[in-house]
Nanobody
Framework: QVQVVESGGGLVQAGGSLRLSCAAS????????MGWFRQAPGKEREFVAT????????YYADSVKGRFTISRDNAKNTVYLQMNSLKPEDTAVYYC???????????????????WGQGTQVTVSS
């Protein structure tokens, strides 16, 4: 079992930045790919970014590419999502998730992720 807890959400103006953190505990997270997903009101949950077990491979949704950066510190069992140039359409609840995977390529589909956090709200005002 892996427990994940997100933090760092809040209210920010368009063009601003936020850094989300995801603290993982339980079994060693070094064998887990970690992903960020988001869900806006009235919309389905969507993929944002993912990173493989050792940080050597990352993938991003087209909507955030060039603005968001995912990273991880396995010594601290923590994954980060640095969000820059935020837009109102980035407003959503952001979820961190863990997928047991030793592959170079982390999974993209949310159905591949086994453990989820409770989410943290990000609101971007125009």
């Amino acid at each position: 079992q892996v427990q994940v807890v997100e933090s760092g959400g809040g209210l920010v103006q368009a063009g601003g930045s936020l850094r989300l953190s995801c603290a993982a505990s339980g079994r060693t997270v070094r064998t887990y790919a970690m992903g960020w997903f988001r869900q806006a009101p009235g919309k389905e949950r969507e993929f944002v970014a993912t990173i493989n077990w050792n940080g050597g491979s990352t993938y991003y949704a087209d909507s955030v590419k060039g603005r968001f950066t995912i990273s991880r510190d396995n010594a601290k069992n923590t994954v980060y999502l640095q969000m820059n140039s935020l837009k109102p359409e980035d407003t959503a609840v952001y979820y961190c998730a863990a997928a047991y995977s030793a592959s170079y390529h982390p999974p993209l589909g949310d159905d591949k992720y086994d453990f989820w956090g409770q989410g943290t709200q990000v609101t971007v005002s125009s």
